[in-house]
């Protein structure tokens, strides 16, 4: 599967999915809004954007990949290595457009320029949802509708005054009757209530409760994977040295690198990674000799 597929998916789940040393894809969202001169509706949306300055390895990316394809993350690294590095001498030609995503081109700055395709949405919840095409409502004063005027004779007028009087003031004697036979009702309960709370509160103050001798509890810790198994870059005489490749691993992606303790021979050992089986060493070192470090070998602690 191509790394944009992947970077597609995760953007539907993520804000950022960055690559070391190219940049990150952002989403951010967008909402719904009116366009006046199509007179369309458009559904809320994330848009994708890129930007070149945020290099640095987040691990989402090549943790998926790892799950995805089975591998050790470490061979994920160097996948997406290979792909930026293939990316960047295409872009430096002149035009790159990753599918699903969107163009890089650079500009007279020999800044990257990213513009996002068509149509995308990372918007799990808008997903599908069509623009509406809506007109406008126009009314004319022929088509308003005038209201029936209802009027009364004045002794029609003063009888229905009288009668609504009458119930209104049934209405609101009713209303309180009803209220407190409510308040009583409410006032009895609770005091059943608050009568039964503290017969249960004696109850429990009397009671004596006999657990009898608790059972012992007996912890077995589990024992700690032990991380035998290292691929070593190099053995300096100086810690000095030792420590400036373990600087520049780190940059090109190797970020479990590290200086060993010194040997009693006298050597730094300086290692791309530990691993806890044999197995898992020789195939990270596999991975490592197609990545231009011929002298890569395997180390036993």
Request: overall charge neutral; glycine content about 4%; proline content about 4%.
């Amino acid at each position: 599967m191509e790394i944009a597929a992947h970077i597609h998916y995760l953007l539907y789940r993520h804000d950022c999915v960055s690559l070391p040393g190219f940049g990150a894809f952002l989403v951010g969202h967008k909402e719904a809004y009116f366009d006046a001169e199509q007179q369309l509706y458009h559904p809320p949306s994330k848009v994708l954007s890129f930007n070149e300055q945020l290099q640095y390895n987040d691990g989402i990316l090549a943790s998926h990949m790892a799950t995805v394809q089975q591998c050790s993350y470490e061979r994920s690294v160097l996948d997406i290595h290979h792909h930026i590095i293939s990316w960047k001498e295409r872009v430096q030609k002149g035009r790159l457009h990753i599918a699903s995503l969107g163009v890089f081109e650079t500009n007279a700055e020999g800044k990257l320029v990213f513009s996002a395709d068509h149509g995308l949405n990372f918007l799990a919840a808008s997903y599908a949802l069509p623009q509406l095409d809506v007109q406008p409502i126009s009314r004319s004063t022929a088509q308003a509708v005038t209201a029936p005027v209802f009027t009364l004779a004045p002794q029609q007028s003063s009888t229905f005054v009288r009668k609504a009087m009458l119930a209104a003031s049934f209405l609101v004697l009713l209303a309180l009757g009803v209220n407190h036979v409510q308040d009583q009702q409410t006032d009895a309960i609770w005091q059943q209530e608050q009568a039964l709370r503290e017969n249960a509160r004696a109850h429990a103050t009397a009671a004596i409760y006999d657990l009898g001798e608790l059972p012992t509890l007996s912890v077995i810790a589990p024992h700690p994977a032990t991380i035998g198994y290292h691929v070593i870059a190099g053995s300096f005489r100086s810690q000095n040295n030792a420590d400036r490749l373990v600087t520049s691993l780190r940059r090109k992606g190797y970020y479990q690198a590290a200086r060993l303790p010194k040997t009693t021979n006298g050597f730094h050992q300086v290692s791309f990674a530990a691993y806890a089986s044999q197995r898992e060493a020789y195939n990270a070192k596999a991975g490592i000799l197609e990545d231009n470090y011929p002298d890569a070998w395997v180390l036993k602690k």
